[in-house]
């Protein structure tokens, strides 16, 4: 196992930034105490440009700890692409495809991945929402396009209620999508660099997986292995991965799935870089598969990669020396000039 100076990119722009901290937190804990040379990295308003951050702390690799908006849905693994540095997670464009609802449901139907029906609304939507809804029915499940979390997530019974959830999530994003409600048990797959760690079941007490009922502690029963047939579960878990494929996620991921109690499955999301916190469930379903906390981290660590074919910094720094004339090829004219950073952001 190489020891290497590990960025623990956290915090962020997003709702979801708490939740990055204590993920952060956790991860840069456990990377330590396996020995890497830890360096916290926190962005987020008021804070040094990301360019800045990674480069003035000179590390080797970044671990992605962020959650939402800018920090799963692909910028920041652009970013990172154009910087030349390796990072943890799916590359650009599996990230985007992730975090976007409406464009991950179109690609799990062109890769027959059932999902539950939908439509998409905007504000303008509101003034002839009846008509809009048509006979799409009750309950519905109401959420952001592009949110992580469950944030502005909401179950709605009647037009009332659409209406105002409707609008509750456009503060998340100018569109929204509106789900058929589908009466199920909710299974939890994780999977890393392509393997099928296992599986957990949900079990929130108001029957719906918000964010309140994830990052609350207690509140939500868990059960892992899931309450379904052995049979049932290795079918649930191979559609997941037939999920995340479609997506072409990489690393660590997890993806959601509704199990119902006739023989239909449907997938809800894949989330491309799942909370490492104490109530999180990536963790639980690998400490059932004899992975714990600190060998979760440590593997997904290992997995971390370019995607786009760019060169790595070390690689253009390498290249930019050979092609320097000898004269400047001493010690002066290489030195940087920047002290190496313990602590950034």
């Given amino acids: 196992m190489s020891r290497r100076r590990v960025g623990v990119l956290m915090g962020g722009w997003s709702g979801e930034r708490e939740v990055s901290m ?13 020995g890497h040379e830890v360096v916290g990295l926190v962005c987020g308003d008021a804070r040094p440009p990301l360019e800045d951050l990674v480069r003035l702390a000179e590390v080797d690799v970044v671990f992605l700890a962020l959650h939402g908006r800018g920090g799963e849905d692909g910028c920041i ?50 003034d002839d929402l009846e008509q809009r809804h048509g006979s799409f029915g009750y309950p519905a499940i109401v959420k952001p396009r592009r949110e992580g979390s469950s944030l502005g997530v909401a179950k709605v019974t009647d037009l009332g209620g659409l209406a105002e959830a409707i609008e509750r999530a456009l503060s998340f994003d100018p569109c929204v999508l ?14 890393l660099d392509g393997r ?45 991965a037939c999920a995340a494929r479609a997506l072409d996620c990489a690393g660590a991921c997890r993806v959601d799935v509704l199990v119902t109690e006739g023989q239909n499955e449907y997938v809800l999301e894949v989330n491309t870089l799942p909370g490492l916190t104490p109530t999180s469930l990536l963790p ?33 720094a390498e290249a930019s020396v050979g092609r320097l004339p000898a004269r400047r090829c001493g010690a002066q004219a290489l030195h940087s000039g920047v002290a190496p950073a313990r602590a950034a952001g």
């Fill in 22 to 34: 204590r993920t952060g937190e956790g991860v840069a804990a456990a990377l330590e105490a396996r």
């Fill in 77 to 126: 693994q652009g970013a990172l692409e154009l910087l030349g540095v390796p990072y943890t997670g799916s590359g650009v464009l599996a990230s985007a495809l992730s975090m976007d609802k409406l464009k991950a449901k179109e690609m799990f139907r062109l890769h027959n991945v059932p999902t539950p029906p939908y439509y998409v609304a905007a504000l303008g939507d509101l």
């Fill in 178 to 191: 509106v789900e058929r409600h589908v009466r199920a048990a909710e299974v939890h797959v994780g999977i």
């Fill in 196 to 240: 099928i760690l296992g599986a957990v079941e949900v079990a929130p007490p108001e029957g719906l997986f918000d964010y309140r009922a994830k990052y609350t502690p207690g509140i939500t029963q868990t059960f892992c292995p899931p309450r379904v047939e052995a049979t049932r579960l290795r079918g649930v878990m191979n559609l997941a």
């Fill in 284 to 316: 639980q379903i690998a400490a059932a598969a004899g992975l714990d906390y600190g060998a979760l981290c440590e593997a997904i660590l290992e997995g971390a990669t370019l995607h786009a074919g760019l060169p790595s910094a070390r690689g253009r």
